[in-house]
T-cell receptor
Framework: QKEVEQDPGPLSVPEGAIVSLNCTYSNSAFQYFMWYRQYSRKGPELLMYTYSSGNKEDGRFTAQVDKSSKYISLFIRDSQPSDSATYLC?????????????FGKGTHLIIQP | DTAVSQTPKYLVTQMGNDKSIKCEQNLGHDTMYWYKQDSKKFLKIMFSYNNKELIINETVPNRFSPKSPDKAHLNLHINSLELGDSAVYFC????????????FGPGTRLTVT
């Protein structure tokens, strides 16, 4: 079993829909949870950074972490064609960052105009 | 005003050659990283550098050698290139020591023929 599982998609939704992206993980040491957006042939762009369980909202994006279920989610409201990209979840544990992020494989999201 | 930049963007070379990839960040961060994204799209940490000193080397062959001339630069030298080295290499940085809040460069697509 991989440390971080993420459905690769593609996930195709109409413009304006609410998008839900998810990851599950197996390592209970993970405490830091990130979502990155990666456009084709570009570097990952940090969208959300959260610590431990709970919700965090930033504009149209909401990140949720449920450590008891080892499950994290990213919600995108009022989705736009410009949101079409690959979304990567990433996690960190007790290494303080030097041990690097553990990434999911990414979900390819398509927003249809 | 690019935050994390890499050169070259594309690199095509033959097996057995030696090549370098350069990374520069203008964010004032003091920790930098190299990640590898293979053909299956998984991003994996290779090296972590803090204040020009190596912190972590994640089971990377010693043909790969990072060099940090100063806090703003982290270069990656690869000797005796092999077909399996073909991948996209991303540089990242974080502020005030290693943290999981990492910012990525645009990537260097290396193709070994």
């Amino acid at each position: 079993q991989k440390e971080v599982e993420q459905d690769p998609g593609p996930l195709s939704v109409p413009e304006g829909a609410i998008v839900s992206l998810n990851c599950t993980y197996s390592n209970s040491a993970f405490q830091y949870f990130m979502w990155y957006r990666q456009y084709s042939r570009k570097g990952p762009e940090l969208l959300m950074y959260t610590y431990s369980s709970g919700n965090k909202e930033d504009g149209r994006f909401t990140a949720q972490v449920d450590k008891s279920s080892k499950y994290i989610s990213l919600f995108i409201r009022d989705s736009q064609p410009s949101d079409s990209a690959t979304y990567l979840c990433a996690m960190g544990g007790s290494g303080g960052g030097a041990d690097g992020l553990t990434f999911g494989k990414g979900t390819h999201l398509i927003i249809q105009p | 005003d690019t935050a994390v930049s890499q050169t070259p963007k594309y690199l095509v070379t033959q097996m057995g050659n030696d090549k370098s990839i350069k990374c520069e960040q203008n964010l004032g961060h003091d920790t930098m990283y190299w990640y590898k994204q293979d053909s299956k799209k998984f991003l994996k940490i290779m090296f972590s550098y803090n204040n020009k000193e190596l912190i972590i080397n994640e089971t990377v062959p010693n043909r790969f050698s990072p060099k940090s001339p100063d806090k703003a630069h982290l270069n990656l030298h690869i000797n005796s290139l092999e077909l399996g080295d073909s991948a996209v290499y991303f540089c990242a940085s974080s502020q005030e020591g290693p943290t999981y809040e990492q910012y990525f460069g645009p990537g260097t697509r290396l193709t070994v023929t």
